[in-house]
């Protein structure tokens, strides 16, 4: 392990080749943070990672299938052997099914769960030894304010008629982890929360009834933020740029 990887911060971004957790990756690298792209394609990685080589970012395309327990282990065992620990896990990969054609509503609920929710808890279980030996980390969870219970219950919520019944299960599920993580992890000194980066301008949106005008880079801003939280910050929290959500 060299000098600068034993003083500066290590993090793993899932679903990093493109929107909003590229956008994470570059982001925590502006901060000074060394960033393992988690990448389901390696190729498709090492080109993004190439396209930002020249801005003297600190990023490292890491081959990363959140769905394939060899997959999640062969980057936790690199992490181990390269870095001996991880401060900053971001999960980050996650997809919506409810409006895709061709699959019956039980498919798109185990695809969903598969990757959302137990990717999230494969990858996250797989890396505590490591988050733990980091210290003081932080794992920030990528949620949706769609899968809010109290907001749902507003009638005057701007997404109060909108029903995407196997995404918002899967995000509600993810707040449930984070409660549960943040508990279980508190001695450890790891803080979890979950964030909502906003309705974002991205290939999950593309062609949507309702065209998505955020930025991948303003939607990243608190996933950013909260990754980047010291001892002090808050842990089991939900939260987007303009401050916490109900769950
Ligand atoms: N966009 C929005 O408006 C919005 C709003 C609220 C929350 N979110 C959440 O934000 C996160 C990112 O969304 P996005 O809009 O940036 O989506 P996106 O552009 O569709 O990107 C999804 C990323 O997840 C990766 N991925 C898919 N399956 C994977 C697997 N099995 N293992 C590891 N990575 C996998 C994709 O990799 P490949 O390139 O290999 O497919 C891609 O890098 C998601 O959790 C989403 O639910 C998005």
């Not at 919506?96 to 137990?118: A, C, H, I, R, Y």
Request: hydrophobic residues 40%; aromatic residues 4%.
């Amino acid at each position: 392990m060299s000098e600068t990887s034993k003083q500066k911060k290590i993090a793993l971004v899932s679903g990093a080749n493109r929107g909003i957790g590229l956008a994470i990756a570059i982001g925590l690298a502006q901060q000074g943070v060394t960033v393992l792209m988690g990448t389901r394609n390696l190729k498709n990685g090492e080109a993004v990672c190439a396209q930002h080589a020249q801005e003297g970012l600190d990023i490292r395309p890491v081959q990363l299938d959140t769905t394939d327990d060899a997959s999640v282990r062969a980057v936790s065992s690199l992490i181990q052997r390269e870095y001996g620990r991880l401060d900053i896990l971001v999960n980050n990969a996650g997809i919506g099914l409810d409006f895709v054609p061709d699959l019956s509503v039980v498919e798109k609920m185990e695809q969903t769960l598969m990757l959302n929710v137990t990717g999230t808890i494969r990858l996250t279980d797989a890396l505590l030894p490591l988050l733990e030996a980091a210290g003081h980390a932080s794992i920030v969870n990528v949620s949706s304010e769609l899968g809010s219970f109290g907001l749902r219950a507003d009638k005057n919520w701007i997404y109060a008629e909108l029903v995407m019944p196997t995404y918002q299960a899967s995000k509600a599920a993810v707040n449930s982890l984070t409660v549960s993580y943040a508990k279980l992890l508190a001695s450890k000194g790891i803080k979890v929360n979950s964030i909502c980066p906003g309705y974002t301008a991205t290939d999950a949106t593309k062609g949507a009834a309702m065209p998505a005008t955020r930025t991948p880079e303003q939607a990243a801003r608190v996933a950013i933020k909260l990754a980047l939280i010291g001892q002090d910050g808050p842990t089991g929290t939900f939260e987007n740029e303009d401050g916490q959500l109900p769950w």
